[in-house]
């Protein structure tokens, strides 16, 4: 008598949860992305879930933790994607469909491991982060890369006579296009739009949280307020970037042996005993 029946209710269990999220959803207010970059298609895929999460619970972390997570989205560049309510609900929805997607394949192939669900659980929820972080180092290298360029752009332009403002903005223009010309664009609008030159710059400086621009910005700072000649400060700040840039260079030519001692040990060498020991084994099996 029950058996008929079990189709029929979990249809309608399907139905009250369907209706339920439309209620919750209907609930969230829409977000204006108009002046947001846009985001992957991944992202995208999984955005209405994000929304979810981010509306009923992000409110459940501390202030601190949020400030922190919007500085690291600054810093890697990611701040006009998501905010960082919307970072912390990613971090739950790609743990959540990690643990769900390995429980699935466990159970298919007939295994069913609460141990395996918790640790794809927990990996689920440090990709985002460790997305965001290889992010942040690749902007770093590439702004790294960019600034003596750009520092000799800003040094010709300063000694053809325009002011410090005016260099910026045909360092912008006739630079290279990259994530260092992006952020002297925002310097120039910042300036277009009231702020002090060094204030711009300060400000640059604290969203890249570089130590090779900060070095850079405080050079330029101590050279406005002293009224050296910000173009000669320059010229040596690009040099020394260059110097600095070879010796990272020279450094990680340094260490790759020693990181190459591993991959050696562990999968190449076995590998070439087992070649070169195979056929001796065989010769003395066959002997024997």
Known sequence: MIAPLIPLMAALACVLVFSALLGFRSVIPAQDRVYMDPLPLGLRILWPLVLFFSYYFSRLCTVDYLERVQAQLVRAGMSYHMSAEQFVALRIVSALSFALVFTGALGWVGDSSVAYALVALA????????????????????????????????????????????????????????????????????????????????????????????????????????????????????????????????????????????????????????????????KMLHHV
């Open 123 to 282: 990996f689920g929820y440090c990709v985002p982060y460790l997305k965001l972080r290889d992010h942040r180092r690749r902007r770093e290298r590439s702004i790294a890369r960019l600034l003596p360029t750009y520092l000799d752009f800003i040094t010709m332009a300063l000694e053809a006579g325009l002011s410090l403002s005016s260099a910026l903005v045909q360092a912008t223009v006739n630079g290279p296009r990259g994530l260092l010309s992006q952020e002297f664009e925002r310097v120039t609008r910042d300036i277009t739009a009231g702020a002090g030159r060094i204030e711009a710059l300060d400000a640059m400086s604290v969203r890249l949280d570089m130590p090779q621009m900060t070095c850079v910005i405080a050079a330029i700072a101590q050279a406005d307020r002293s009224g050296g000649s910000i173009g000669s400060t320059l010229r040596v700040q690009a040099e020394q970037q260059r110097v600095d840039r070879f010796q990272r260079a020279e450094r990680l030519a340094m260490e790759a042996p020693v990181k190459l001692i591993f991959p050696l040990v562990a999968f190449i060498f076995p590998t070439t005993f087992v070649i070169l020991g195979f056929p001796i084994a065989m």
